[in-house]
């Protein structure tokens, strides 16, 4: 029998085994089933795959394009997370494939966790699941050079992200990477219909064919870290986008002429070798620098007008505050990626630290305090030039026109990490709006204090607010605050999760669980009334049923054991609960001091150990006293 008229699942076939196994498929792992034989076909045929290859497909799930693999390859690896679907797999094979079935390998493992696989695959041909589309592909590539070539299926909208060219305005992070790895090109759209259950929007296919990295010195890593600087703040010219990345905006400049790219054009207009040559021309001054570009005739300053080095001065020490969003709505996305929010903040007592030591420069080496929360995965923590206090600190020494550090030991920036990573609390904006304060001492206060604030716009969304601390009303990306009058401090119970969340993907599956729904959320426009009204009473039994945040469906379709502890708070005694920002963190709020107290424990009685009593607001990013 010809493979492509061999008989493949159909839609009753997939139900009743859906039935038999009484599975239905999942938002969280991204499920949804091809019922449709035919499009099986087109997917097979499109792959254009040799008689002689071995497949990886990743996400089988009940078997249908698995069959359709088997049919057209030598081998084939199916990768499956789920334990129910992965064990039914091979016993499908049997049955419908009897002749074959020896030739099909089914690894039970999240695809991104695997690093080998009993054969090395020639070919990736998967429908990828929707919520882990991108780094799926991305690291399929990466560990497995043997794969030549492929074809995906994904949303539609990410598979023209994939395709596109430099210049579009849909071209970004992932067809920036993706090119370093592969020709990328979109071969077809998949209506909805074909799927059970049958999704909101239309998936789209994508071809790869794999081909040799650019010519560079520099590691896909260090090209890897130039995109994403770049389109962090895509609606910048590279010289200012890349100004963190860099150390400062003279650094950047420097590295992106010898580069050969005008520090005027934006990162969506580079091709994935501009990138390449930038990370190649990077000055090494600072952690994680490379050595001085080729070209290089003479040492480099910051500025025209950089002054001598001063010597040593007594560690200057800051702090700023976490925060939780009491209140938080989100609007569409809009073009540049962001989305537009209405945020009320609350600055609160769990506190990150930063210390500056040694002579006053750029690029300070980065250390993590022995006082650091061991438990928050302080590995997942940059120590160089991504971490956020030390773009700060080098933001102000380029303000202040000091000259590149000659060592690396000569000055020290110090992290004293207690607010959640990855946690929905701004720890990182916090590091970086206390490194603000410490670097301005430090230099001698070059800065005035409202440019402060503007530079904490620039390095993070969240950075003005621990910069101001208190109680704001935020609107634009949370950027734009207004401080709102609080009573007396309320008292809260904070949870934190074992693991983090990553905040563009909270923000992407709200997309995606609106989008399934068919809604369109409206621009929020301002914080309500009633939450500021009884925020400024200070009650917190008025506040309670006031407290909403739309990114918390999000965070519960991604983390659902944080339902339990959210039922497990309540239960024991808190007013309301509430993921905070993007999570993982939860915030319980409680009557009085007491009574949070009392919660904590109660909680760390139930296997929450790291439950923790704040209160807020409390002021923001400030000097200690005996720096002060």
């Known amino acids: 029998m010809n493979p492509s008229t061999r008989p493949l699942l159909s839609a009753a076939d997939i139900r009743a085994l859906a039935a038999e196994l009484d599975v239905r498929p999942t938002k969280t792992l991204g499920q949804n089933f091809v019922i449709d034989p035919n499009t099986i076909r087109r997917i097979v045929d499109k792959a254009e795959l040799s008689p002689e290859e071995t497949v990886v497909e990743v996400g089988p799930g009940l078997g249908s394009l698995t069959l359709g693999l088997l049919d057209a390859a030598t081998r084939v690896v199916a990768v499956e997370i789920d334990p129910v679907l992965a064990s039914r797999l091979a016993r499908t094979a049997e049955e419908r494939r009897p002749e074959r079935a020896a030739d099909l390998s089914v690894v039970l493992s999240d695809a991104m966790a695997v690093t080998e696989l009993p054969w090395e695959p020639s070919a990736l041909v998967?429908?990828?699941?929707?919520?882990?589309?991108?780094?799926?592909?991305?690291?399929?590539?990466?560990?497995?050079?043997?794969?030549?070539?492929?074809?995906?299926?994904?949303?539609?909208?990410?598979?023209?992200?994939?395709?596109?060219?430099?210049?579009?305005?849909?071209?970004?992070?992932?067809?920036?990477?993706?090119?370093?790895?592969?020709?990328?090109?979109?071969?077809?759209?998949?209506?909805?219909?074909?799927?059970?259950?049958?999704?909101?929007?239309?998936?789209?296919?994508?071809?790869?064919?794999?081909?040799?990295?650019?010519?560079?010195?520099?590691?896909?890593?260090?090209?890897?870290?130039?995109?994403?600087?770049?389109?962090?703040?895509?609606?910048?010219?590279?010289?200012?986008?890349?100004?963190?990345?860099?150390?400062?905006?003279?650094?950047?400049?420097?590295?992106?002429?010898?580069?050969?790219?005008?520090?005027?054009?934006?990162?969506?207009?580079?091709?994935?070798?501009?990138?390449?040559?930038?990370?190649?021309?990077?000055?090494?001054?600072?952690?994680?620098?490379?050595?001085?570009?080729?070209?290089?005739?003479?040492?480099?300053?910051?500025?025209?007008?950089?002054?001598?080095?001063?010597?040593?001065?007594?560690?200057?020490?800051?702090?700023?505050?976490?925060?939780?969003?009491?209140?938080?709505?989100?609007?569409?996305?809009?073009?540049?990626?962001?989305?537009?929010?209405?945020?009320?903040?609350?600055?609160?007592?769990?506190?990150?630290?930063?210390?500056?030591?040694?002579?006053?420069?750029?690029?300070?080496?980065?250390?993590?305090?022995?006082?650091?929360?061991?438990?928050?995965?302080?590995?997942?923590?940059?120590?160089?030039?991504?971490?956020?206090?030390?773009?700060?600190?080098?933001?102000?020494?380029?303000?202040?026109?000091?000259?590149?550090?000659?060592?690396?030991?000569?000055?020290?920036?110090?992290?004293?990490?207690?607010?959640?990573?990855?946690?929905?609390?701004?720890?990182?904006?916090?590091?970086?709006?206390?490194?603000?304060v410490a670097a301005n001492a430090w230099f001698g206060s070059p800065v005035p204090e409202e440019r402060l604030a503007e530079m904490a716009a620039t390095l993070g969304a969240d950075v003005p607010f621990a910069l101001a601390g208190g109680a704001a009303a935020g609107l634009g990306v949370g950027d734009r605050l207004s401080p709102v009058e609080a009573g007396a401090p309320l008292h809260w119970v904070l949870v934190p999760s074992e693991r983090g969340l990553s905040t563009p993907e909270v923000f992407a599956r709200l997309d995606e669980l609106r989008a399934a729904r068919g809604e369109t959320a409206p621009e929020p426009q301002a914080v309500d009334e009633d939450l500021i009204d009884a925020l400024r009473r200070a009650d917190p039994r008025a506040l309670a049923p006031l407290l909403h945040n739309d990114l918390q469906e999000a965070a519960l379709d991604l983390a659902p054991e944080l339902a339990d502890a959210l039922a497990a708070g309540r239960e024991e005694g808190a007013l309301a609960g509430i993921v905070s920002g993007s999570g993982p963190t939860l915030a319980f709020l409680a009557d009085d001091a007491e009574a949070a107290a009392l919660l904590a424990r109660r909680l760390a009685d139930r296997g929450y150990g790291r439950a923790t009593a704040v209160h807020g607001p409390v002021p923001g990013a400030r000097l200690r006293a005996e720096s002060a």
């Open 126 to 436: 998967a429908n990828l699941p929707y919520n882990v589309a991108v780094p799926v592909l991305l690291t399929m590539l990466e560990r497995f050079p043997g794969i030549r070539h492929g074809l995906v299926m994904v949303q539609d909208e990410v598979a023209d992200r994939l395709a596109a060219r430099p210049g579009g305005r849909i071209y970004g992070v992932p067809s920036v990477k993706a090119a370093w790895y592969a020709e990328v090109t979109k071969a077809g759209v998949i209506g909805t219909n074909v799927f059970w259950p049958a999704p909101k929007i239309h998936s789209g296919l994508v071809r790869f064919v794999r081909r040799e990295p650019p010519a560079t010195s520099a590691s896909r890593e260090e090209v890897f870290a130039v995109i994403d600087a770049a389109f962090a703040q895509r609606r910048k010219t590279l010289r200012a986008a890349l100004a963190g990345w860099a150390g400062s905006g003279v650094l950047a400049e420097q590295a992106l002429r010898a580069a050969g790219v005008d520090p005027s054009r934006r990162g969506e207009t580079l091709t994935i070798e501009e990138f390449a040559a930038i990370a190649e021309n990077r000055l090494t001054d600072g952690p994680g620098g490379r050595g001085a570009p080729a070209t290089a005739t003479a040492p480099v300053t910051a500025t025209a007008t950089a002054t001598a080095p001063v010597s040593a001065i007594a560690p200057v020490t800051a702090t700023a505050p976490g925060k939780i969003n009491v209140g938080l709505r989100v609007g569409p996305a809009r073009e540049d990626g962001y989305h537009s929010l209405a945020s009320l903040f609350l600055a609160v007592s769990l506190e990150e630290t930063v210390t500056l030591s040694g002579r006053p420069t750029t690029h300070p080496r980065l250390l993590l305090d022995a006082a650091s929360d061991a438990r928050l995965g302080l590995a997942g923590v940059p120590l160089d030039g991504r971490n956020l206090a030390a773009r700060a600190v080098n933001a102000v020494a380029d303000a202040a026109g000091e000259p590149v550090a000659p060592g690396s030991d000569e000055a020290t920036l110090t992290l004293r990490k207690l607010v959640p990573i990855a946690g929905g609390m701004g720890g990182g904006s916090a590091d970086a709006a206390a490194a603000l």
